[in-house]
């Protein structure tokens, strides 16, 4: 069974401050993609990495895909009230699996208070 | 430019009804994917779908769930004879033919209540 475990479930900081959320797994994925959900709504996609280094830079924050494509890290600086929300990693191509589905993270949950 | 869209946005079914949850996916995508997220549960996978194919079911219930998606209009997920343990939000995301990274747009979601 592929798994991703994310962390921290909940983080709670105050505007200004930098975070790091973590996305880890045993198996080697294709590709590795980060969401971010709001309430009620459908995830939205923040980007892709695919290969395995690479890092990835969206404004204030900053993704990057472990060497060996079974890890993932979003690092966010400066971190802002509107960046309160649901994140998640998301891995396709996992294992056995080509199908292009996703295996889900349980989710970070982010609170900034300014 | 529409996004991945669903209706209904909320559906409320009583035990034992049937319950249809349509999906149009982006234009130009002709890959569908089905996800469930149970309260208090991250998203999981059900079914991938290509016109008129089912690629892969392995995250589908052996009963009373069933997808589709037909060479003309919407996916449809079908839930027969929905119990309390349905209720869940259900979304559906898209893919264009070639997606090198498996890039995927969910839709708003579904939120399925049995009553």
């Known amino acids: 069974t592929q798994l991703l475990e994310q962390s921290p479930q909940f983080l709670s900081i105050q505007e200004g401050e930098n975070l790091t959320v973590y996305c880890n797994s045993s198996s080697v994925f294709s590709s590795l993609q980060w969401y971010r959900q709001e309430p009620g709504e459908g995830p939205v996609l923040l980007v892709t990495?695919?290969?395995?280094?690479e890092v990835k830079k969206l404004k204030r924050l900053t993704f990057q895909f472990g060497d060996a494509r079974k890890d993932s890290s979003l690092h966010i600086t400066a971190a802002q009230p509107g960046d309160t929300g649901l994140y998640l990693c998301?891995?396709?191509?996992?294992?056995?699996?080509?199908?292009?589905?996703?295996?889900f993270g349980q989710g970070t949950t982010l609170q900034v208070k300014p | 430019n529409a996004g991945v869209m669903q209706n209904p946005r909320h559906l409320v079914r009583r035990r034992g009804q049937e319950a249809r949850l349509r999906c149009s996916p982006m234009k130009g995508h002709s890959h569908v994917y089905w996800y469930r997220q149970l309260p208090e549960e991250g998203l999981k996978f059900m079914v991938y779908?290509?016109?008129?194919?089912?690629?892969?079911e392995s995250g589908m219930p052996k009963e009373r769930f069933s997808a589709e998606f037909p060479k003309e209009g919407p996916s449809i997920l079908r839930i027969q004879q929905v119990v309390r343990g349905d209720s869940a939000a259900y979304f559906c995301?898209?893919?264009?033919?070639?997606?090198?990274?498996?890039?995927?747009?969910f839709g708003p979601g579904t939120r399925l209540t049995v009553t």
């Open positions: 990495v695919v290969t395995g280094g």
């Open positions: 998301a891995g396709a191509g996992g294992g056995s699996s080509n199908t292009g589905k996703l295996i």
């Open positions: 779908l290509q016109k008129e194919n089912i690629i892969d």
């Open positions: 995301a898209s893919s264009p033919p070639v997606s090198p990274g498996y890039e995927q747009y």
